[in-house]
């Protein structure tokens, strides 16, 4: 037999169940005085004693062992990207400063993935793998740019709120919030004349010389126009 206001939202700020006295999970987070997205992760790992309601509403009574969620260890993949075949060498130094930070942080390493593509490119299939698998709760990089150039923000709230999270080894420079304040404050069309100027210019520096340079630098800038 289901309690009285079972199905009122207020209800289950305080709830006598099977002889436990269990409250909200973001509750029982401010009175730990912990981030919501800590005592998330410490619940889905079994630290923390509770229910998880059909609605999606999760109930705890408290730690199970205080002692093991002092000692635990983040489970950290590190994830460092180079846009060309011929930075193998940059790659292999990115992948030992992620690998020193992580240490350093006192993150458990459990899988290092090395992957060469474009940051703006939607075919990694290495980052793809990551996030498809749930063994982890900290993926390293080096900068968010350096993960991807555009959408950042929507990934990491999407990671949180699946009690995951990523840590970048660099932090945004004021120059770099700058950059990206102006980014957003431009319109579609004028990213899209950016980007659109960015290929021009790395289009004209590849191609060859003479009668074949001509036409396709007349076909880009026809297309520009």
């Not at 062992?65 to 292999?92: H, M, P």
């Not at 990115?94 to 690998?99: I, N």
């Amino acid at each position: 037999m289901r309690p009285p206001n079972w199905g009122q939202k207020e209800y289950y700020d305080d709830i006598d169940c099977m002889g436990k006295t269990r409250i909200k999970l973001s509750k029982f987070a401010k009175e730990q005085g912990m981030a919501y997205i800590t005592v998330y992760k410490h619940w889905q790992a079994g630290h923390i004693e509770g229910i998880q309601l059909p609605g999606g509403t999760i109930l705890v009574s408290g730690w199970i062992d205080q002692s093991e969620q002092e000692g635990e260890k983040e489970l950290a993949i590190i994830y460092s990207r180079v846009s060309f075949n011929n930075e193998k060498i940059r790659l292999k130094r990115q992948t030992a400063d992620l690998t020193n930070f992580a240490h350093e942080s006192g993150y458990e390493i459990i899988d290092t993935v090395e992957e060469v593509g474009a940051s703006f490119s939607d075919r990694r299939t290495k980052l793809m793998s990551i996030l498809h698998r749930t063994d982890w709760n900290v993926l390293i990089i080096d900068d968010s740019a350096n993960l991807m150039k555009f959408g950042f923000p929507y990934l990491e709230v999407v990671l949180r709120n699946s009690g995951r999270e990523i840590v970048a080894m660099k932090q945004a420079t004021p120059e770099d919030v700058e950059a990206l304040d102006g980014i957003i404050e431009n319109s579609g069309e004028q990213e899209l004349i950016g980007l659109v100027n960015k290929v021009r210019t790395l289009t004209k520096s590849l191609i060859g010389v003479g009668g074949a340079k001509a036409s396709i630098e007349k076909s880009i800038d026809s297309l520009y126009r």
